[in-house]
């Protein structure tokens, strides 16, 4: 039972729009949410994050949309650029941060940034 | 400021052989997770490890799996006797309190 769910394996946009990546999550005690990074051979690392009590967290060109009663939550990078071509993987937990009980991952998105 | 570090990157073990993965977690943190991930899978919780104690071992498999984090030195998680399906990349991450989880560039464990 998959309790955050990425649908889109991978996605492609054109260097220079916006990439715009979904979660979903079923467990209502999420209250915590964060998005990693991940390149080949390397470790997730650390994006953006946002708190149920907000539905907006912005960082640069990385913004999170928190929409609780669709428990939906999507990241926009925009302009999207080289760089940004990695996996995207979302997670939630119960409490702030990484939580007593850990983090709960979807399977990633693949996003590819085309020249 | 070092970051995670796990080691080593690469193991290879035949069917029945013990693996030991290492994790030093990130200076000043005390919290230290470890998570796998199988082919074409996200990232699955295993255990949960303060100095000395085990807070969540909810995601570990019963048997051969263990894991600890002693009062000095790096956390293991060990696997006995390992079989195929223990082939996958074995993730560390610390954090401190409530601050976001920082990983390791993991361990990619092959069982031939």
């Known amino acids: 039972d998959q309790q955050v769910k990425q649908n889109s394996p991978s996605l492609s946009v054109q260097e220079g729009r916006i990439s715009i990546l979904n979660c979903d999550y079923t467990n209502s005690m999420f209250d915590y949410f964060l998005w990693y990074k991940k390149y080949p051979a390397e470790g997730p690392t650390f994006l953006i994050s946002i708190s149920s009590i907000k539905d907006k967290n912005e960082d640069g060109r990385f913004t999170v949309f928190l929409n609780k009663s669709a428990k939906h939550l999507s990241l926009h990078i925009v302009p999207s650029q080289p760089g940004d071509s990695a996996v995207y993987f979302c997670?939630?937990?119960?409490?702030?941060?990484?939580?007593?009980?850990?983090?709960?991952f979807g399977k990633g998105t693949h996003l590819i940034i085309q020249p | 400021n070092a970051g995670v570090m796990q080691n080593p990157r690469h193991l290879v073990r035949r069917r029945g052989q013990e693996a030991r993965l290492r994790c030093s977690p990130m200076?000043?943190?005390?919290?230290v997770y470890w998570y796998r991930q199988l082919p074409e899978e996200g990232l699955k919780f295993m255990v949960y490890l303060q100095k000395e104690n085990i807070i969540d071992e909810s995601g570990m498999p019963k048997e051969r799996f263990s894991a600890e984090f002693p009062k000095e030195g790096p956390s293991i998680l060990r696997i006995q006797q390992v079989v195929r399906g223990d082939s996958a990349a074995y993730f560390c991450?610390?954090?401190?309190?409530?601050?976001?989880?920082?990983f390791g560039n993991g361990t990619r464990l092959t069982v031939t």
């Open positions: 991450a610390s954090s401190q309190g409530s601050s976001p989880l920082h």
């Open positions: 997670a939630a937990s119960v409490g702030s941060g990484g939580g007593a009980d850990g983090l709960t």
């Open positions: 200076k000043g943190h005390s919290h």
